[in-house]
Structures are given as C-alpha cells and as structure tokens.
Nanobody, 115 residues
Framework: QVQLVESGGGSVQPGGSLRLSCAAS?????????MGWYRQAPGKQRELVAR???????YYGDSVKGRFTISRENAKRMVYLQMNSLKPEDTAVYYC????????WGQGTQVTVSS
C-alpha cells in the first residue's frame, strides 16, 4: 500500500549540489516509519547513504558524512536528501526507502556527477 516516488535527480558538475525528494503515499501515521536513501552505482552493491529514524535520529554512510543531509516533514509525507560538494563517485541511482515491519522502495532517480 505504501508507495514512494523520488524526484530531483539530474546531472551536475563536481562540487555542485542537488536536492532529492521522496513523496510517500499510503502512510497514515508517518511517525511509525524509518526512512532512508540508498544508492547503487554500476557494478556495485546497493549501499546506505543516509537514514532518519521515526524519532528523527540521522545516520550517514562514511562516504557522504559532512556533505549530505537527510530530513523529513511528516505532515507533508516527504523525505529529502540535500547533497552538497558532489563528487563523481556519487554517481548512482538513488532510491528512497520506507521501513516499518517491511521495506518499500521507490523506483529510483539517476544522479550523475561529471565534468
């Protein structure tokens, strides 16, 4: 029943910024869910980028600490990922995730960082 739709991906130069958005539907009580952003680059495993718990605690993958910020607005059923100081190695498909007892995934949005 829960559905996630990502937006905001695109192509940027190294050092640039993007903000990804994830719109959730089918969630009556968003405070019951942990939310996260994951990414998968060609030839690599899907990895955790950032997550924010139902209580608002945030966690980040080592490669993005200090550059990315995850946030949520429960009343709007929205989750965001602000990405600054982007590097070519950030190039990947980024997926939104919602977790309660099961996981729901968005369709993904492409982020490309190149000169």
């Amino acid at each position: 029943q829960v559905q996630l739709v990502e937006s905001g991906g695109g192509s940027v130069q190294p050092g640039g910024s993007l903000r990804l958005s994830c719109a959730a539907s089918g969630i009556i009580f968003p405070s019951n869910y942990d939310m996260g952003w994951y990414r998968q680059a060609p030839g690599k495993q899907r990895e955790l980028v950032a997550r924010i718990t139902s209580g608002g605690t945030t966690y980040y993958g080592d490669s993005v600490k200090g550059r990315f910020t995850i946030s949520r607005e429960n009343a709007k059923r929205m989750v965001y990922l602000q990405m600054n100081s982007l590097k070519p190695e950030d190039t990947a498909v980024y997926y939104c995730n919602a977790h309660r007892k099961t996981d729901t995934w968005g369709q993904g949005t492409q982020v490309t960082v190149s000169s």
